[in-house]
């Protein structure tokens, strides 16, 4: 069993910086895909990016490509996601996921493959 918990998120400007983690704790999450996923008022949670177990493969919505950077700490079993650039579009409640299953990357943004979630962190970004 995987507990996980987010931390970072907060309120910041458009055009500011946050850096979410997500710590694991209950066993080594090492050989796990972690996705970040996120969700607006009255809309559905959506993917945000993932992570492959050894770090080497990563996935991005389009909507994020090249302002966010998803990395690992195995060391800390901690995932981070660095957000720049951030927009008023961006808010939501962000959380993590991590799947045990040995994922193709074509699969890392289908939420159905993660069975462990956080409770989720708010980002608020003001125009």
């Known amino acids: 069993q995987v507990q996980l918990v987010e931390s970072g998120g907060g309120w910041v400007q458009a055009g500011g910086s946050l850096r979410l983690s997500c710590a694991a704790s209950?066993?080594?999450?090492?050989?796990?895909?972690v996705g970040w996923f996120r969700q607006a008022p009255g809309k559905e949670r959506e993917f945000v990016a993932a992570i492959g177990w050894s770090g080497g493969s990563t996935s991005y919505a389009d909507s994020v490509k090249g302002r966010f950077t998803i990395s690992r700490n195995s060391a800390k079993n901690t995932v981070y996601l660095q957000m720049n650039s951030l927009r008023p579009e961006d808010t939501a409640v962000y959380y993590c996921?991590?799947?045990?299953?040995?994922?193709?990357?074509?699969?890392?943004?289908?939420?159905?493959?993660?069975?462990?979630w956080g409770q989720g962190t708010q980002v608020t970004v003001s125009s």
């Open positions: 996921a991590a799947s045990s299953l040995l994922l193709s990357m074509t699969s890392y943004s289908r939420r159905g493959q993660y069975s462990y």
């Open positions: 209950g066993r080594t999450f090492s050989s796990y895909t």
